[in-house]
């Protein structure tokens, strides 16, 4: 990849979930993954995307901006509960995205996207 490669390095999972999965595609011309986590739950998943087209659409209007860490990020909400928190960094863009329910709190959210790391 041409940017890093971001990997949620704590995660919420239940005992015996289904192993990551980690896939590459191409994305409005550029290079993308996405690391996908099985929650636990029956069909609840979220997923870290990572890719180098640095101002695609859904990262449009954010709810509000913070200070993660070292780490400026961009909230966004259904309702009361976070669906997405994005980042950029160098030349790549990254959100995590919730389950399909929202079942990840916002504190586990923020936790997640917070220790994700960079792969070397």
């Known amino acids: 990849m041409p940017f890093k490669l971001y990997y949620p390095v704590r995660q919420v999972t239940a005992a015996g979930a ?8 191409a994305l409005h011309g550029g290079h993308a993954y996405v690391v996908v986590v099985a929650q636990g739950g029956l069909g609840q998943y979220y997923n870290l995307q990572g890719n180098d087209w640095t101002n695609p659409p859904i990262l449009n209007n954010p709810n509000q901006t913070i200070q993660l860490g070292a780490r400026t990020v961009q909230l966004y909400f259904e309702g009361h509960r976070l669906r997405m928190v994005a980042w950029h960094d160098g030349r790549g863009v990254y959100w ?3 389950t399909l329910q929202n079942i990840l709190t916002n504190r586990e959210m923020l936790a997640i996207a917070a220790a994700a790391r960079p792969v070397s």
């Open 18 to 25: 289904d192993p990551d999965a980690v896939r590459s595609y």
């Open 96 to 98: 995590l995205i919730n």
